[in-house]
């Protein structure tokens, strides 16, 4: 049985996308980064850089002791190459998943949340910062609409590619972006968005955390947007 340990954001959607397309059992323990428990120590023991997704495997191939993981991204391929699931088994596909699996990671991922943060979160309103990244989104969401020109699914066959990039689309209204100027990206939005295992992974989101993201309370806002090095050091003494 996996353990997600999840808070119900873009990051934390991708591995319940993945648990919800393979159809096998899974738990999930809250972690409501709102609220501080990614600071908790039993938490930090195996997600030390204090952010959710993380997992728990009791029953990993090596059968060895249970596999703790961090990083979405790591947990997507850990998990795809646990099931045989959402990547291609040859050189070249499995390649092109993983290729566009860091590209999400490094790029797509951070930028939404850097955009995020400025345009929606930052009460002191900076032109600069704002613009800068609701552009870079609007790059990147340009540069998977030319990607998925001639292809359904952005590595070829619906993959851990696409769990990964969907939760930063999801939001885009959020991100400054119209879907409609970007009609490849729009169309495969669409489709992943229908898939039965997505809509549950996203009504299971609901059921643990009704409240839509908004505003931060001013308590919310210390945890979550004040942290430095001293933040982990005090959770971990
Ligand atoms: N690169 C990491 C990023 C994880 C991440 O930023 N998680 C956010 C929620 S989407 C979080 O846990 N934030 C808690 C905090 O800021 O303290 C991953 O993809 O797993």
């Known amino acids: 049985?996996?353990?997600?340990?999840?808070?119900?954001?873009p990051n934390g959607h991708k591995i319940t996308i993945f648990l919800e397309e393979i159809g096998l059992p899974y738990k999930i323990v809250p972690v409501n980064i709102n609220k501080g428990e990614q600071f908790k120590r039993e938490f930090l023991a195996f997600s030390p850089n204090n952010r959710i997704p993380a997992i728990v495997?009791?029953?990993?191939?090596?059968?060895?002791?249970?596999?703790?993981?961090?990083?979405s991204g790591a947990i997507l391929l850990y998990l795809a190459d646990k099931t045989g699931r959402f990547i291609p088994?040859?050189?070249?596909?499995?390649?092109?998943?993983?290729?566009?699996?860091?590209?999400?990671?490094?790029?797509?991922g951070p930028m939404a949340g850097q955009n995020n943060h400025f345009n929606n979160y930052a009460v002191e309103k900076l032109p600069y910062a704002m613009d800068r990244y609701r552009n870079e989104v609007n790059r990147l969401y340009g540069v998977l609409d030319r990607q998925l020109a001639d292809r359904t699914?952005?590595?070829?066959?619906?993959?851990i590619a696409d769990m990964a990039s969907y939760p930063w689309i999801v939001p885009h209204e959020r991100q400054g972006q119209k879907l409609e100027d970007f009609p490849n990206l729009k169309r495969w939005f669409e489709a992943v968005r229908a898939r039965p295992a997505v809509v549950h992974a996203y009504e299971k989101a609901k059921e643990i955390n009704p409240n839509p993201p908004g505003i931060r309370t001013a308590e919310e806002r210390a945890i979550l947007f004040g942290q430095t090095a001293a933040s982990v050091r005090a959770a971990t003494r």
Not at 1 to 9: A, D, N, R, S
Not at 89 to 108: H, P, V
Request: glycine share 8%; charged share 25%.
């Open 57 to 71: 495997d009791d029953e990993p191939a090596d059968g060895g002791r249970p596999l703790t993981l961090f990083e």
């Open 1 to 9: 049985m996996i353990e997600l340990h999840y808070w119900t954001t």
């Open 153 to 159: 699914f952005i590595a070829g066959d619906y993959s």
């Open 89 to 108: 088994k040859d050189l070249r596909g499995r390649t092109e998943t993983i290729q566009w699996l860091f590209w999400q990671m490094a790029n797509l």
